[in-house]
């Protein structure tokens, strides 16, 4: 696949590269008219310089928000010193960030996996849940999502993700969520791994009760099975703790992490605790896991989360704006959920003409399922900010 290298006359340069990216897309999603240029905080400008708050932060990701002066700045610091260095000799900064994300994990575990995305992150807690256990059985759940490379899609419940792609990785089972007697039922002498979300995202924005993390806790460890939290959303202060288990006092053996971790620079990590054992020189790896530049951006994203509570500040801020968010008063409304700045508005019909109606209105919001429409700002959005979206999205559901 090849890009035209030159610009046909009398075609504005932006017009040639939005039809460019349309052409030459991967699809799958959605096409949108809208061509985004710059942001600055939870605001992001299109190329007709019209203003719109952005509630979707890039799935999640750029969870310092926009154009964030410390983030910039670690960039073009490190670009400069250097970008390229695996993992075949020590970085600085790969060293500093190691021990600075091992200091903000929760206790329990006790070596890091650095790679490029969520994905892989998910892919790679697969395979040590392998490798620690001898075994091959995966426990996943319904409407779960962990991404879409084969065994993180063999993981993934979506059958529209799952069905051009078949036969998948055996091996793998969907238990319905939140439930633990199906988890039990499920789990056997020879399951490697459970892995769940703390909070479902793509699938609808539902947060696990405390009783169903712990029993998924216990029920792993009296079977000898691994228990994988995929934290890829819901990780780095998204769910008002650094990390959703915090909340509920469960410790996974391997916890995956992307999406927030380095404020929208590419970036995922995996967790290790210790009942994963000893992981084989060159068993895996990656080429750009943990490169200087990427860690000099979670370097940054990392401080500014801790120097600036903005966990707690998700915490609160999110309540309010949950309990603002219940009470609009909309017939068309089925139940209001989420936990920190991670929240959704199940709706009794299809979300995508509402999500456009907010467009209009200057609301960049997700869907996460047909019906519902999920909120994940950055979290150093402004109150005023979060009002202007309750009024957008009062008007919408009139
Ligand atoms: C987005 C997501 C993934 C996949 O991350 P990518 O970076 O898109 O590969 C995996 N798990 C969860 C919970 C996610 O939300």
């Known amino acids: ?13 932006n017009v040639s590269a939005v039809q460019t990216e349309r052409a030459l897309g991967s699809g799958g999603v959605r096409p949108r008219e809208r061509t985004f240029v710059r942001g600055k905080g939870a605001l992001l400008w299109d190329e007709s310089d019209r203003r719109f708050i952005d509630c979707s932060a890039a799935h999640g990701t750029a969870s310092l928000g926009h154009a964030h002066p410390a983030l910039t700045r670690a960039i073009e610091r490190q670009a400069g010193r250097l970008i390229a260095a695996t993992a075949a000799f020590a970085n ?17 575990f006790e ?11 998910v892919e790679a807690a697969l395979k040590f849940a392998r490798l620690a256990t001898g075994r091959t059985s995966v426990v996943a759940c319904v409407r779960g999502f962990h991404g879409r490379t084969m065994g993180a899609l063999s993981a993934t419940h979506e059958r529209r993700y799952r069905e051009p792609f078949a036969p998948l990785v055996p091996g793998f089972t969907h238990v319905p969520y939140d439930r633990i007697d199906k988890l039990d039922a499920a789990v056997t002498g020879e399951t490697a791994a459970v892995v769940l979300e703390p909070v479902q995202g793509e699938g609808g924005v539902r947060p696990a009760s405390a009783e169903y993390l712990q029993a998924a806790e216990r029920i792993c460890r009296e079977r000898g099975a691994m228990f994988v939290a995929d934290e890829v959303q819901t ?12 909340r509920h006092g469960v410790t996974p053996d391997l916890l995956c992490m992307a999406k927030g971790i380095a404020s929208g620079f590419p970036m995922g990590a995996v967790a290790l605790g210790g009942r994963v054992g000893e992981i084989p020189a060159g068993a895996h ?7 200087p530049l990427a860690c000099a951006a979670a370097r940054a994203t990392l401080t ?13 801020l999110g309540t309010w704006f949950r309990d603002r968010l219940s009470a609009i008063e909309s017939s068309r409304v089925r139940a209001v959920r989420g936990v920190g ?14 999500l456009d109606a907010l467009e209009e209105r200057g609301v960049i919001a997700l869907a996460a399922g047909p019906n519902v429409m999920r909120f994940l700002p950055p979290l150093v959005v402004l109150r005023e900010e979060l009002e202007e979206v309750l009024c957008a999205v009062s008007e919408v559901l009139a």
């Not at 500014?304 to 609160?316: K, Y």
């Not at 700045?341 to 509402?354: C, D, G, T, V, W």
């Open 341 to 354: 700045l991670m929240n959704a508005i199940e709706l009794k019909e299809r979300s995508r003409p509402f």
């Open 285 to 291: 790896g990656s080429t750009f896991g943990g490169n």
């Open 111 to 121: 070596r890091l996996f650095l790679c490029n995305s969520g994905t892989e992150s």
């Open 304 to 316: 500014t989360l801790l120097e600036q509570r903005l966990p707690e500040r998700s915490e609160a």
């Open 1 to 13: 696949m090849s890009t035209p290298s030159t610009q046909p006359s009398g075609i504005e340069p």
């Open 235 to 246: 990780g780095f202060g998204r769910t008002g703790r650094m990390f959703a288990v915090e």
């Open 92 to 108: 600085d900064q790969r060293s500093a960030y190691m021990s600075e994300l091992s200091s903000a994990l929760p206790e329990g």
